[in-house]
């Protein structure tokens, strides 16, 4: 009996000490995680960034927050040019859709341009055409919170190839592509002789499926219908649960489910 009891009090006490280590082995990742969404600093995956910059051949990173024009700093433009004024935790990706690296970033709309902070503290800028895929994240345990693609296939503003950063609306054979172009306004100021200086935000679409990719003149139901094949056959589900399909929410909503391919 007393043998029984001491190997019951044994494995009580070790059941206790995994419980207490098994908590502590979770606070430390917690905080883990929680550094990296917070400090821009210190994260081993600059590291792995810079090792890729190296490896390159190239220099795609330049100083970030240089002068807007000569004399005028980035100061003087009121308004935001990024996409998340925050440090966001976002996976990179090459040409060929290979991870670079896991680092906070800031995604510039104006220069089209991923910003982040080196080794040295130094705020630097990535060139779209080095990062061609940056999958934004909830944190580290949920999966992707916003992607955004650069150097589209086919993807044209006006007569130009348009190669900034597109958000990816859906996931599937069809999607919902917005271009988010954020560029800097100005007009006169209270002060005689100055200028004032502001961030404006001017939102193009695009239907990308099978390969192909065309810019949509304006939201609306007959211009999507017309570039997905079949879609009419969903006409009734639209009026059914009541979309707008005027309106970006609305229009992810239904391509949703045409990629679900329910009926």
Not at 17 to 33: C, D, G
Not at 60 to 71: C, E, I
Not at 114 to 123: A, F, N, R, T
């Amino acid at each position: 009996m007393v043998i029984s009891n001491c190997k019951n009090l044994q494995i009580a006490k070790n059941m206790k000490l995994r419980y207490f280590i098994s908590i502590a082995v979770f606070l430390s990742v917690l905080n883990n995680v929680k550094a990296q969404l917070t400090e821009p600093r210190g994260i081993a995956g600059i590291q792995n960034l810079n090792n890729y910059l190296k490896w390159a051949g190239q220099d795609m990173r330049t100083l970030a927050n240089s002068d807007l024009a000569p004399g005028i700093p980035w100061s003087r433009v009121t308004g935001s040019p990024f996409w998340n004024d925050n440090w966001r935790l976002a996976s990179l990706y090459d040409k060929n859709d290979k991870i670079i690296a896991t680092v906070p970033v800031r995604l510039n709309l104006n220069t089209s341009s991923i910003h982040y902070i080196d080794q040295q503290g130094e705020e630097l800028s990535l060139d779209p055409e080095g990062i061609r895929k940056v999958v934004f994240l909830q944190d580290t345990l949920s999966g992707p919170d916003a992607v955004f693609i650069s150097y589209v296939p086919y993807a044209y503003f006006g007569d130009t190839k348009n190669n900034n950063y597109l958000q990816v609306m859906n996931q599937g054979k069809a999607s919902l592509l917005a271009y988010n172009r954020r560029y800097v306004g100005n007009g006169d100021s209270a002060s005689p002789g100055h200028q004032r200086y502001y961030y404006q935000n001017e939102v193009s679409y695009y239907i990308a499926i099978n390969n192909k990719v065309e810019r949509l003149k304006k939201l609306g139901k007959d211009q999507i219908f017309m570039l997905l094949p079949g879609a009419n056959a969903f006409d009734g589900w639209v009026t059914e649960n009541k979309l707008n399909m005027k309106k970006e929410a609305d229009v992810k909503k239904f391509i949703d489910y045409y990629n679900s391919g329910k009926k």
